[in-house]
C-alpha cells in the first residue's frame, strides 16, 4: 500500500498489523464481537486540510471514552499509547480532503481461544465542505427533521442495574439502527428517544441539545443510560464562556416541541438542528444556531 490513500473513502488499521488493504479480512468469525455484539467502539472527527494533512480532534477524550466502555464490558483495553501508534499511522496514510470519521473498535475476541481483544480502527470519508460553506465564516446550519419513539424504559431504568450496560458505547447498534429506519418509514431523518415516563433521551448516534431562552439544555446521563456526549459538553463549555446558563436536566417531550431550537449533536457531525419533530414546525434562531456550530468547533 502507498503511504498515502488520496481520495479513497475508507482506510482500516489493526493493532499489531497497522494498515491493512480496505478488503482485507481482519475479523475470525467466530469473534465475539461479530457473533455477539460483545464489544465496543468510539468515534471522533478527522479534518484534512487541503495540504492533505489529517488530524483528529479531541483523540484523547474519546480513547477516555472507549477505556471507560471497556471497564464496565471486563475487556482489556490496549493503552492509551498503543491506540494514538495505530491512529497516528492511520492518519499519516490518510489525505483524502474534507470530513472523516475515525471509529475505534474494540471486541472480546474470539470464542474458542484465551481472553485476547481485537483492536482495529476505521476512517471513512464523510465528504467535502460546501463551496458555500468554505466560501464563508459563518456556513448554514445542517438542518433534518426528526421523530419520537420510545426507548421502552423509564428515566431511572439504569440507576440500580449496572447489567444493562447505561452509558456504555456497546457493538451492539442494532436497535438503533432499527429506530432509524423507522424514522425513514415516517418521513423523518432521524430519532429523539423517549422514555415510558414521558421525557426526552436522545437519539440513535447523537447526543440532545436544547434551547430555552438562554439556557442550554441535555439530558443527563446515569440512570437513564445515555452516553455522555463529548461534543454537547463542547458546547455547554464555550456557551458558557459566552454568557449562558447551561444544566442537565430531565426534559419533558412536550416541552421539545416549545423549545426556541433543538439539535443532535455528534463528533462526526457536529449539531443538527431539527426543523420538525413528529410532524410539527419547530422554531430555530439562524443566529443561535450558527453560534452552537461554532461553539461546536465546526
Not at 125 to 142: C, F, K
Not at 209 to 214: E, I, K, T
Request: aromatic residues 6%; contains cysteine; proline residues 8%.
Amino acid at each position: 500500500m502507498s503511504p498515502h490513500t488520496s481520495g479513497v473513502p475508507h482506510l482500516v488499521a489493526v493493532l499489531g498489523r497497522g494498515v491493512v488493504g480496505p478488503d482485507e479480512p481482519v475479523v475470525a468469525a467466530d469473534d465475539l464481537g461479530l457473533t455477539r455484539g460483545d464489544g465496543c467502539f468510539d468515534s471522533a472527527r478527522v479534518v484534512t486540510d487541503p495540504s492533505g494533512t489529517a488530524r483528529v480532534v479531541d483523540l484523547d477524550d474519546h480513547l477516555d471514552r472507549l477505556a471507560a466502555s471497556a471497564r464496565a464490558l471486563d475487556i482489556a483495553t490496549p493503552p492509551h499509547d498503543a491506540w494514538r501508534s495505530l491512529v497516528a499511522e492511520a492518519v499519516a496514510a490518510w489525505s483524502t480532503p474534507g470530513e472523516a470519521v475515525l471509529k475505534l473498535m474494540l471486541t472480546r475476541g474470539r470464542e474458542w481461544r484465551p481472553p485476547a481483544p481485537t483492536a482495529l480502527l476505521t476512517i471513512t470519508h464523510r465528504g467535502a465542505p460546501s463551496p458555500a460553506a468554505a466560501a464563508t465564516d459563518a456556513p448554514a446550519p445542517r438542518t433534518i427533521t426528526a421523530v419520537t419513539l420510545t426507548r421502552g424504559h423509564p428515566s431511572d431504568a439504569f440507576a440500580d442495574a449496572p447489567w444493562l450496560l447505561g452509558g456504555v458505547k456497546t457493538l451492539s447498534y442494532v436497535v438503533n439502527a432499527a429506530a432509524t429506519r423507522e424514522a425513514k418509514r415516517r418521513g423523518a431523518d432521524d430519532v429523539i428517544f423517549t422514555t415510558t415516563d414521558g421525557f426526552a433521551l436522545d437519539g440513535p448516534t447523537a447526543g440532545l441539545l436544547v434551547a430555552r431562552g438562554h439556557t442550554l439544555l441535555s439530558t443527563p446521563t446515569g440512570g437513564t443510560g445515555i452516553l455522555e456526549s463529548l461534543t454537547v459538553a463542547a458546547i455547554m463549555d464555550a456557551a458558557r464562556a459566552d454568557g449562558f446558563e447551561t444544566r442537565f436536566e430531565l426534559i419533558p417531550v412536550e416541552q421539545l416541541y416549545t423549545a426556541d431550537a433543538l439539535w443532535l449533536v455528534s463528533s462526526g457531525r457536529g449539531p443538527v438542528l431539527i426543523t420538525a419533530l413528529d410532524g410539527r414546525p419547530l422554531r430555530g434562531d439562524p443566529a443561535l444556531a450558527t453560534a452552537i456550530t461554532r461553539y461546536a468547533g465546526f
